[in-house]
């Protein structure tokens, strides 16, 4: 079973601070890395994707990409009270299940005014 | 543009009940997908079609059954429904591939 894992928080930071999420997963094949915002009873939201090793930035989110530690990140910048939500992790198959998105259970974000 | 259509948004059944979950695309994607979410278990695959004509099991397809009616349509089936099967379903769609799912508003279902 591909395991995609994340820190469940909370994660608290206060307002214009930086907020690090974490992710880690399984399956060395995987080639497709995305990050979700859910909000309280709501549905996932794309905030961004990295198909590459390094750096991806996009406003104020970046995500990095470490395929050989098999890690992704996304960095917030400039923390908002409206970024408050939970962010999930996701990661694709390798090989023939490359449009199976595996989810990590997400990491609760908290940032303070 | 609506996206991803799921209905209904709420719905209540008691144990044994059958239902069927909607979902509907107008983005042209040719790959769908049914998740569920559940406290402390994250998203979770049910079954997905990759493309029209499709089917296939996810992770937790036990109790569930799906028809990929055209290009647009997916819908998921509770042939008998459990209070194990309490839960928010998810539909979503993509391009292919390993592009980005586009998630519905999700419906929100108590077994009773």
């Known amino acids: 079973q591909k395991e995609v894992e994340q820190n469940s928080g909370p994660l608290s930071v206060p307002e214009g601070a930086i907020a690090s999420l974490n992710c880690t997963y399984s399956?060395?094949?995987?080639?497709?890395f995305f990050w979700y915002r859910q909000y309280s009873g709501k549905s996932p939201e794309l905030i961004m994707f990295?198909?590459?090793?390094g750096d991806k930035e996009d406003g104020r989110f970046t995500a990095q990409l470490n395929k050989a530690s098999q890690y992704v990140s996304l960095l917030i910048r400039d923390s908002q009270p409206s970024d408050s939500a939970t962010y999930l992790c996701?990661?694709?198959?390798?090989?023939?299940?490359?449009?199976?998105?595996?989810f990590g259970k997400g990491t609760l974000l908290t940032v303070n005014p | 543009n609506a996206g991803v259509t799921q209905t209904p948004k709420f719905q209540v059944l008691k144990t044994g009940q059958s239902m069927t979950l909607q979902c509907a695309q107008d983005?042209?994607?040719?790959?769908m997908y049914w998740y569920r979410q559940d406290p402390g278990m994250g998203l979770r695959l049910i079954y997905y079609?990759?493309?029209?004509?499709?089917?296939d099991k996810g992770e937790v397809p036990n109790g569930y059954n799906v028809s990929r009616l055209n290009k647009r349509e997916f819908s998921l089936r509770l042939e008998s429904a459990a209070p194990s099967q309490t839960s928010v379903y998810f539909c979503?769609?993509?391009?292919?591939?390993?592009?980005?799912?586009?998630f519905g508003n999700g419906t929100r279902l108590t077994v009773t």
């Open positions: 979503a769609s993509s391009q292919g591939g390993d592009s980005p799912l586009h």
């Open positions: 399956d060395r094949g995987s080639q497709s």
């Open positions: 990295i198909y590459s090793n």
């Open positions: 996701a990661v694709t198959g390798s090989g023939g299940s490359n449009y199976k998105l595996t």
């Open positions: 983005m042209n994607h040719n790959s």
């Open positions: 079609s990759a493309s029209e004509g499709t089917t």
